[in-house]
């Protein structure tokens, strides 16, 4: 019981952080805000999945599908540190 509620504590914190950095970047425009939302938005369905995995599917196993978005969100933020460059107004 504690354990679901943690990870439904974790898909919301996931979710916040993505909604706060989009945000972010619609206001200023800094690209990395976007490339870090962007992740974030693949690491909430990754922890929005993790949840129906444990939770209600106990007995699927969706790990693989799971790592899935968080795979393209780290490829995402990594794309945007490595080949994303700055601009200088």
Avoid: K, Q
Wanted: glycine residues 4%; contains cysteine; aromatic residues 10%.
């Amino acid at each position: 019981m504690v354990a679901n509620i943690v990870y439904i504590l974790c898909a919301l914190t996931s979710i916040s952080c993505a909604v706060l950095l989009l945000r972010g970047y619609a206001a200023s425009r800094v690209r990395m805000l976007l490339w870090s939302g962007l992740c974030f938005s693949f690491l909430s369905l990754n922890n929005i999945l993790l949840v129906i995995d444990l939770t209600f599917l106990p007995e699927v196993d969706l790990s693989t599908v799971r790592s899935i978005p968080a795979i393209i969100g780290l490829c995402l933020l990594l794309y945007g540190f490595i080949w994303d460059e700055p601009r200088h107004e």
